[in-house]
């Protein structure tokens, strides 16, 4: 009965391929985010989607595209990978933009480029 | 959304209560005070916020001053577990919900 579900755990991947990290959550919630954390450990928000429409795009690269099918799913996609993109994603759920809901994040995908 | 200070690291007793100290003496009346923590290798989880009045729950305690310049999250009898990096954050309500991590503070719960 995990509340948000990112897949997979682990991603080892080279330089310059295209990987996807899919996201899932069970609680009927809104809003939908994509935080990455870098190796000093600082988590940024990368992305914020509610009911399916795009309201947060923080400074990203256009490499990184998210994709919200459905209100319960968020997956991100990242083109050419560079060594940079080495870190933890995580994904998290609230109840709404305007509310003050609390997050509820995922255990995040530890993403290796080498 | 306002900055917040909080120390980089506290130890604290396995069975005694933990205080964890926030600074954030730019609040503004409309933002929420908001606490979560991040136990190794795991996501952030969320413990508790607060605007104004002290909160409580099941997992801790929330004391926000008069002045709304600081908070103190407690937790009343901390265990082994309770080791985690603890975020202190201030964020206004309304639209494009962003929580802001700071480096937080370590808190090492020794046996």
């Known amino acids: 009965d995990t509340a948000v579900s990112q897949t997979p755990k682990y991603l080892v991947t080279q330089m310059g391929n295209d990987k996807s990290i899919k996201c899932e959550q069970n609680l009927g919630h809104d809003t939908m985010y994509w935080y990455k954390q870098d190796s000093k450990k600082f988590l940024k928000i990368m992305f914020s989607y509610n009911n399916k429409e795009l309201i947060i795009n923080e400074t990203v690269p256009n490499r990184f595209s998210p994709k919200s099918p459905d209100k319960a799913h968020l997956n991100l996609h990242i083109n050419s990978l560079e060594l940079g993109d080495s870190a933890v994603y995580f994904c998290?759920?609230?109840?709404?933009?305007?509310?003050?809901?609390?997050?509820?994040f995922g255990n995040g995908t530890r993403l290796t480029v080498t | 959304d306002a900055k917040t200070t909080q120390p980089p690291s506290m130890d604290c007793a396995e069975g005694r209560a933990a205080n964890l100290p926030c600074n954030h003496s730019?609040?503004?009346?409309?933002?929420?005070v908001y606490w979560y923590r991040q136990i190794h290798s795991q996501g952030p989880q969320y413990i508790i916020h607060?605007?104004?009045n002290n909160e409580t729950n099941e997992m801790a305690s929330l004391i926000i001053t008069e002045d709304r310049k600081s908070s103190t999250l407690i937790l009343p009898h901390a265990t082994l577990r309770d080791t985690a990096v603890y975020y202190c954050i201030v964020r206004s309500g309304g639209s494009n919900y962003k929580l802001t991590f700071g480096k937080g503070t370590l808190l090492t719960v020794n046996p």
């Open positions: 998290a759920s609230s109840k709404g933009d305007s509310s003050n809901s609390p997050l509820h």
């Open positions: 607060g605007l104004k």
């Open positions: 730019t609040i503004s009346g409309n933002e929420y």
